[in-house]
């Protein structure tokens, strides 16, 4: 063989290099994050000078979670304050990034799983916009929000993610919005700086371990990974933007963890980066 058919053999056996835009799967926590500068908002704000500009960012929230799948579809989203009991500073923030009917359509034509409702309605919920006003605090990117079909499995929505892969081509960023473990009603305010329960850092150490090996499929029947499982998803709306991040990750694509902690005993932040 020839050096040159050598080189193109080796070549031709090589991962194909793509032009992506990276996927975030990002620990949003108390809407508190919001407005403070903290561990975890300067993270999401240093995440933002790391990767390319986006041409829109794509958020598949927690507090969005509807019958069917949605988009929102309107040219300047409302900032929804969908939250209680939390300061007014809070209740005051508006963030007045606009909106593209014309992703959303674009959005909706990539989906053939299902029909995408185009909404005029919704807005930006917490899970939205308290982490995009740290990454674009200028507010000129556009924001859509996809929601989630409540009456699917965990393997519907990592399926799902993949019919919108094209738009990681287009310079979209696609960002799912949770917590991996996330049970409030256990929480121990005295560990709110930081701290879990032994079972909430061991099944976290569980879903780390699966992510950076590429094995999703435990992590779509999570319900058999154990009692700590359940504890950590009581719920599932906080989890499943997680599998969005998943699907859209390519074959060959490195991932990373970062706001890597526990807090409150048993809520984790840990993120990912796909790309």
């Known amino acids: 063989m020839s050096n040159l058919s050598q080189f193109k053999t080796f070549t031709g ?3 194909v290099q793509e032009n992506l835009m990276p996927v975030l799967f990002i620990g949003h926590g108390s809407p508190m994050n919001g407005i403070e500068d903290n561990e975890f908002s300067a993270t999401w704000a240093k995440m933002a000078q790391d990767i390319p500009t986006p041409t829109a960012v794509l958020v598949v929230s927690a507090h969005w979670f509807t019958r069917g799948t ?3 579809s309107m040219d300047f989203p409302q900032t929804i304050h969908d939250f209680g009991g939390f300061p007014k500073e809070l209740f005051d923030v508006v ?3 606009p909106g593209s009917p014309d992703l959303a359509a674009e959005t909706a034509s990539l989906i053939h799983t299902t029909t995408l409702g185009l909404d005029h309605d ?11 006003r740290h990454m674009y605090p200028q507010a000129n990117i556009p ?9 699917k499995d965990a393997e519907y ?3 799902l993610a993949k019919e919108i892969y094209q738009l990681r ?3 979209v960023l696609i960002l799912g919005s949770g917590n991996m473990v996330h049970n409030l009603r256990i929480m121990n305010w005295e560990m709110i700086h930081g701290g879990g329960y032994d079972w909430a850092l061991q099944i976290n150490d569980t879903f780390k371990s699966l992510i950076l090996n590429n094995d999703h499929k435990p992590l779509m029947s999570y319900q058999t990974l154990g009692k700590e499982a359940l504890l ?8 499943l933007p997680l599998m969005y991040t998943l699907g859209l990750k390519g074959a060959h694509e490195h991932v990373s963890l970062f706001n890597d902690k526990a807090i409150g005993g048993s809520l984790t932040m840990t993120s990912v980066r796909v790309g």
């Open 95 to 97: 963030y007045p990034a």
């Open 232 to 239: 950590a998803i009581p719920t599932p709306e906080h989890y």
């Open 122 to 132: 919704w807005g930006l919920d917490h899970g939205a916009w308290t982490v995009v």
């Open 169 to 171: 081509r287009k310079g």
């Open 13 to 15: 056996n090589l991962p």
């Open 143 to 151: 924001v859509l929000q996809l929601s989630i079909d409540y009456t």
């Open 70 to 72: 949605h988009i929102t």
């Open 157 to 159: 929505h990592y399926e």
